[in-house]
């Protein structure tokens, strides 16, 4: 079984629809992240959590907004879609480092592919 | 704000031949990381360099780092047809931060 999984796959909807985007984790990890990658780009940093109880944004976090249920679980939502957040998103999860802004290996979900007509 | 840059965006040769990536960034880090990722799927971790380290190996990888040139290379040995992805340098900062990445195509 998959340690990073991710729900939907894919998902087509309609401008002005709310979206959630779900993650689950069962690698332990306290560290989770949501990112965006375009067409022919490197990942954007939407949001990120380093414990339950600890959300931070991220580079992009404009229109998207997240949720930790809990250790292993972080949602990601888009309130009021719009077209220029067509994009696969993945999540990913990291060991905590001895210091805040420090990052180890992250592992990766295989990805959502969201698109907003 | 992409804080790595990869050098070059694409990236065509032959198997059993060496490739070579570069990675460029502006600030300064904890480390470094390269992860590599199969056509639309998600990325996979390769290799993490620390700040104080210069040159690391893994298997066919070998990754190097000059902090006071704020660059790192990422060489792949013997190259197969099944290295062919793109590959990106992440950096460690406020935040992983990627690159754009570099596309490989490895032809046999």
């Known amino acids: 079984d998959a340690d990073v999984t991710q729900t939907p796959r894919n998902r087509i909807t309609k401008t002005g629809k709310r979206i959630m985007l779900e993650c689950s984790q069962t690698k332990g990890h306290d560290r989770m992240y949501w990112y965006r990658q375009d067409p022919g780009l490197g990942l954007r940093l939407i949001y990120y959590?380093?414990?339950?109880?600890?959300?931070n944004k991220g580079e992009i976090s404009d229109g998207y907004s997240v949720s930790r249920q809990a250790q292993a679980k972080f949602s990601l939502s888009l309130e009021s879609a719009i077209p220029n957040q067509t994009a696969l998103y993945f999540c990913?999860?990291?060991?905590?480092?001895?210091?805040?802004?420090?990052?180890?290996?992250?592992?990766f979900g295989p990805g959502t592919r969201l698109t907003v007509l | 704000s992409q804080q790595g840059e990869e050098d070059p965006q694409a990236l065509s040769i032959q198997e059993g031949e060496n490739a070579t990536m570069n990675c460029s960034y502006k600030t300064s880090i904890n480390n470094l990381q390269w992860y590599r990722q199969n056509s639309g799927r998600g990325l996979v971790h390769l290799i993490l360099i620390r700040s104080n380290e210069r040159e690391k190996h893994s298997g066919r990888l070998r990754v190097t780092l000059d902090t006071s040139k704020k660059s790192s290379s990422l060489l792949i040995t013997a190259s197969r047809a099944a290295d062919t992805a793109s590959y990106f340098c992440?950096?460690?900062?406020?935040?992983?931060?990627f690159g754009g990445g570099t596309r490989l195509m490895v032809k046999p």
């Open positions: 959590s380093f414990d339950v109880k600890d959300i």
């Open positions: 992440a950096t460690s900062g406020n935040m992983l931060t």
């Open positions: 990913a999860t990291s060991e905590t480092s001895g210091r805040s802004f420090s990052y180890n290996e992250q592992f």
